[in-house]
């Protein structure tokens, strides 16, 4: 992957690569965020809401990295088509696409679940998913990588979370998928599959959940900086990270 003309003396084989997070306002996509301005990447942030995203953006721009903060809902066509046009004329190419975004929902049967509920999930974690990557590809190059933020619940199912769980299982076939696609073009797509981290998506899932056994942001986002140092003619397919105690 070809390193931009701003690299800083920095040592970590990603720096000066640029990586464009989804959802980085907090949670787990603000760890991957800041672990990635530690190595040296530049980053384009976003989540629906501007301003938590420009605080996350004034924050890791102290790394020294080039940061675009940028408000953009990967449920809408329109805006997504937005966000890649501002990366094309800001930093030209993404050698990094993090699909982080995603809500859960109330737990509840299938019998009770609104429609509206649904469509809301399938929408953020499945076909944003879908929208932000076909916009972005044509920015990658050989080399890049693409980490598609999944869940345990991509291949496990939990009562009362069904929306969840199929848009995770179906985000899985996305992901497998798109492997295929780009292996012969040298880019390399990882499912992340975390089992409980400690972020506010708990507060829709299961509000009163033992957040002390869960894992942090920042545990996933060191495991996810290991595979993405790895030399580019190997990768982790899946990473699997769980709390020891294993699934709450
Ligand atoms: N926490 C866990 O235990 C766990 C485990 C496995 C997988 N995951 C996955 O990790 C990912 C991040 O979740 P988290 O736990 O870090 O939750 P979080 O703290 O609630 O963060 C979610 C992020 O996604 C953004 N977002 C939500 N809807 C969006 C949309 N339509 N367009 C753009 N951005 C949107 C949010 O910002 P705005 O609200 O401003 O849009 C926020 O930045 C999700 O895909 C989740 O399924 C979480």
New binding site residues.
């Given amino acids: 992957m070809p390193k931009s003309t701003n690299a800083r003396s920095h040592d970590s084989a990603l720096a000066g690569r640029t990586a464009l997070i989804?959802?980085?306002?907090?949670?787990?996509?603000?760890a991957i965020a800041h672990a990635l301005a530690g190595e040296g990447c530049d980053l384009v942030l976003?989540?629906?809401?501007l301003d938590?995203?420009r605080k996350a953006g004034r924050e890791l721009v102290q790394h020294g990295i080039r940061v675009l903060a940028k408000a953009?809902?990967?449920?809408d066509p329109v805006s997504v088509k937005a966000l890649a046009a501002s990366i094309r004329k800001q930093f030209s190419r993404v050698d990094i696409l993090v699909n982080?975004?995603?809500?859960?929902h109330t737990s509840l049967p299938v019998a009770k679940l609104p429609y509206n509920a649904w469509k809301d999930v399938i929408d953020?974690?499945l076909n944003?998913m879908f929208l932000i990557t076909r916009e972005i590809l044509p920015l990658m190059r050989r080399g890049g990588a693409i980490v598609n933020?999944?869940?345990?619940?991509a291949t496990q199912v939990f009562a009362n979370s069904s929306a969840?769980n199929a848009s995770?299982h179906g985000a899985l076939g996305l992901t497998n998928t798109l492997r295929e696609e780009l292996r012969a073009e040298g880019i390399r797509v990882i499912a992340l599959?975390?089992?409980?981290?400690?972020?506010?998506?708990?507060n829709t899932l299961w509000p009163d959940a033992p957040r002390k056994k869960?894992m942090s942001?920042e545990t996933i986002a060191r495991a996810v900086v290991s595979a993405l140092v790895l030399p580019e003619n190997s990768t982790v397919e899946e990473l699997r990270i769980l709390p020891t105690a294993g699934t709450l």
């Fill in positions: 989804t959802g980085a306002s907090r949670g787990i996509g603000f976003t989540g629906r809401k938590p995203v953009c809902d990967v449920r982080n975004a995603g809500i859960g953020t974690n944003g933020n999944l869940s345990i619940a969840y995770k599959l975390p089992g409980a981290t400690d972020t506010e998506i708990w869960m942001p």
